[in-house]
């Protein structure tokens, strides 16, 4: 069938994305004009999403390096780190945002079977899911009907596919309104030796297409997702939205990973952002080789579909496999055995170009590597925007007084963005697979990997998957934070804050950083104040990566991201896996046992702070709509210092609690560890405490405000039995990490959720200056626990 070869206009090449200057770059590789097959091949390798053209220069400034990385960054699908007796694990974090913000339920779903295929691809067997998720204000109900479309969504596919969402944040504010950010992250598995390489090795090789038929679904999506979001885009490219099948996503691992335990592949790629295109041309790219395939041999499930629309489908769960010659038999052998469609659509060449033809007729003809690893690198302007400076020049004098301490602190637990998530990660399967140690609600969730957690090491005579001999139990733990307000306001120390906070997550489970995946989410590169944002962050995260050790092992770059009002806070995400030892004694969140001495450790405050921890904070976001003043600035040797003191107190099962004070303050802080703890998703325990800041107070200048909800780093709020206080206080001296006791644990109390209202409850005592202020524990509850529950009725 013949398909008309539209004139390539002027508008035609605006409307692929691609400048004139680029075009003219593209005849000149060809040496000749591109067909609109060819220009549509160009227009998804060179977006944004796909090539890292406004990026790349400064994304080398990361750190890569390090003896446990086995794979880096750049180099696959995702980084592999070491982690003892032979082991390793494939992990990375990625974005959905533009599809999640046309469709948000499909949007989230095909998020998360992306970036389970990209580690599946790696040969590990996926483990576990976090997600980063942003939104505008639950007070309008069309951010409330994406919240709930992308909370589905994920839910659907991680429970389906099963695999367990251990942890992630939430935060609302009015600058995510009609871009959502939803990143993805996966973990998984594996031994040394099962590391799978996406590269088109072996000149003649057959290549095999396996997985479902290709639609006309995610047409061009890596393309969509690398321009501005607007109402008229947004509807323009409903088709780009992919449709997800965790089920078949499910079937389509388990072939995969037995396929990998034989000699069968040469290499694998999973078709995610471009689909076929970037799957071919990629693979061939890696081994210095060329690839042609016959589009006429692809399984399809839409009618007429011409070569353009075969080549840029990103139709999913769908896998490209090099295949060493003379196992083609086994391949669909095991296609076969888990019903899955498969198709040997071409063959490995020497010509280092990706030929694709139809009906024998060629249709593209690009050299692999130009179009997979030379797109235009572009050095754009920077210019350090101009509402920093009123920013920076807020001074405590303009600030607002606090004149109703109980409905600030309110204004503060029943804020979205601060309130429980319970709402959303009741949603999620937290269990299934047995190696949570962990689950939703603590600083960082905690994984037990185990023998049956690998993928299998070979095949027995009979077909049957052998795992192999047993291995020594390993257990990580993750966190992925930033708070994109501190971003916002000071670009290099927010990007330290968001690492060093993630650290500290880390830190208060007892684990120690192994590596890092981050997603970066920015406006329009072409805007030199947003350019600064994005330049200067990445400094600040590269920075603290390089202190804490832990190296950046990959993540996603996400421009584009803004509404008609302007763009999203700059929000780096970062998602940063450690080890630990054992989860013997890793302490919980909340405070566990009445009597236990509650301890602040960290400095009380950032001694040349003008403005004592406020700005950019909660406090002064949620009670007085200000959202301005210099942030708390990270401090990275305080934090080491902290996170060392905090590992050794956990390995000597000191601590029962360990909580980070970041967000809303010590108040803040406190209030949540009485609260924290879920006996199941009925019942929750409340436990009363008796607090004495009177000290504290004197160190930040008298002022309560800053006393209560200033948030100054590298802190954390740390409760033990009184016996062993002398221990605690030997062991913060000796390593250099300054610490106050601030109160008492009392009585505690289990209630379920549904009875808070008419609970009275144990109270959180505070004694400031000359004053007690209290509150009834279970109206905060009531108001922490419900906030987005009762809002989010509102959407039904």
């Known amino acids: 069938m013949k398909f008309p070869d539209p004139e390539i206009t002027p508008e035609v090449i605006a409307t692929h994305g691609l400048t004139e200057e680029e075009f003219n770059r593209i005849v000149e590789i060809l040496g000749r004009r591109p067909n609109y097959t060819e220009l549509g091949v160009f227009s998804v390798m060179w977006s944004e999403h796909c090539s890292y053209k406004n990026t790349r220069p400064l994304l080398k400034g990361f750190p890569t390096k390090s003896p446990k990385v086995l794979v880096g960054a750049g180099e696959e699908n995702a980084g592999v780190i070491d982690i003892g007796d032979g082991l390793a694990v494939a992990f990375k974090i990625e974005s959905h945002n533009h599809p999640s913000a046309v469709e ?429 944002q994005l330049k200067e962050s990445i400094r600040g995260i590269a920075e603290a990566c390089a202190f804490f050790e832990a190296p950046v092992t990959g993540g996603n770059v996400s421009l584009y991201n803004q509404n008609p009002k302007g763009a999203i806070d700059p929000t780096p995400t970062i998602a940063m896996v450690g080890e630990l030892d054992s989860v013997e004694n890793v302490p919980k969140a909340s405070f566990q046992n009445q009597g236990d001495v509650i301890v602040l450790l960290g400095d009380p405050l950032d001694s040349e702070d003008a403005l004592l921890g406020l700005g950019g904070s909660a406090y002064w976001k949620q009670v007085h709509q200000l959202k301005t003043g210099r942030p708390p600035r990270p401090h990275l040797v305080r934090e080491k210092k902290l996170h060392d003191t905090l590992r050794e107190l956990i390995s000597k099962g000191i601590l029962t609690t360990a909580h980070d004070c970041s967000e809303g303050g010590l108040l803040f802080a406190v209030a949540e560890s009485c609260l924290s703890e879920d006996v199941d998703f009925v019942t929750g325990r409340m436990a009363g405490v008796e607090l004495d800041l009177r000290e504290i107070q004197k160190i930040c200048n008298g002022r309560l405000d800053a006393t209560l909800f200033g948030e100054t780093q590298a802190r954390v709020v740390v409760a033990l039995p009184e016996d062993r206080f002398q221990e605690m206080e030997i062991i913060a001296e000796r390593m250099g990490t300054p610490f106050h006791r601030i109160g008492q644990v009392g009585e505690t109390l289990v209630v379920e959720h549904e009875k808070l209202a008419e609970t009275e409850g144990p109270t959180l005592t505070v004694q400031v200056d000359e004053t007690n202020l209290e509150w009834d524990l279970a109206r905060l509850r009531s108001d922490w626990w419900g906030t987005i529950s009762d809002k989010m009725r509102l959407a039904t």
């Not at 109402?231 to 323009?236: F, L, Q």
């Not at 088709?239 to 037995?258: I, N, R, T, W, Y």
């Not at 061939?284 to 579909?305: C, W, Y």
Request: glycine letters at 10%; charged letters at 20%; a negative charge.
């Open 104 to 532: 948000p339920f499909q949007g989230a779903t095909t998020g998360v079977g992306g970036i389970i295929r990209d580690i599946f691809t790696m040969g590990a067997r996926p483990l576990c899911a976090m997600n980063s998720l942003r939104f505008g204000s639950l007070e309008n109900s069309e951010n409330r009907r994406i919240f709930s479309g992308v909370v589905a969504g994920i839910a659907h596919y991680g429970n389906c596919f099963g695999i367990p969402t251990l942890a992630g944040e939430v935060d609302f504010d009015p600058c995510y309104e009609g871009n959502p950010l939803v990143n993805a992250f996966c973990l998984g598995a594996l031994r040394h030796e099962q590391i799978a390489r996406g590269a088109a090795k072996g000149i003649g090789n057959p290549v095999f297409y396996v997985g479902p038929a290709t639609g006309r679904d995610g047409l061009a999506g890596a393309a969509f997702a690398s321009q501005d979001l607007t109402d008229e885009s947004a509807e323009m490219q409903r088709g780009a939205v992919q449709v997800g099948d965790p089920f078949m996503e499910k079937l389509c691992m388990e072939a995969c990973l037995e396929l990998l335990a034989t000699e069968a592949v040469a290499g694998i790629q999973d078709m995610g952002a471009a689909g076929l295109t970037c799957s071919t041309c990629e693979t061939a790219a890696r081994a210095g080789t060329g690839i042609e395939i016959e589009l006429t041999k692809v399984p399809l499930r839409g009618a007429n579909m011409s070569p353009y629309e075969i080549l840029l489908s990103e139709s999913q769960e769908r896998m490209l496999i090099i295949v060493n010659q003379g196992h083609e038999e086994e391949v669909k052998r095991i296609f076969d055995k888990w019903d899955l469609p498969w198709a040997e659509i071409g063959r490995v060449t020497d010509t280092g170009s990706m030929v694709v033809k139809y009906e024998g007729e060629t249709v593209v003809n690009i050299p692999a590597k130009i179009l997979a690893d030379e797109a235009p690198i572009y050095h754009r302007e920077a210019k350090r925007p101009e509402y920093l400076e009123k920013s920076d020049a807020m001074t405590l004098a303009q600030a607002p007084e606090l004149t109703d301490v109980h409905a600030a602190l309110g204004s503060l637990m029943s804020s979205p963005g601060l309130a429980s998530k319970n709402w959303v990660y009741r949603q999620y399967d937290h269990m299934v697979r047995d190696g949570s140690a962990v689950c939703p609600g603590a600083d960082a969730a905690v994984l037990r990997i185990k023998t049956d957690s690998l993928p299998p090491l070979k095949l027995n005579e009979d077909g049957s998957p052998d795992i192999g001999t047993e291995v020594p139990e390993k257990y990580l733990a993750m966190t992925v934070d930033c708070n994109g307000g501190y971003v916002y306001l000071d670009p290099y120390n927010g990007g330290i804050s968001a690492v060093a906070e993630a650290a500290r997550n880390l830190a208060c489970v007892g684990a120690r950083p192994l590596g890092v995946t981050d997603n970066l989410n920015y406006g329009n590169p072409h805007n030199p104040e947003l350019f600064y």
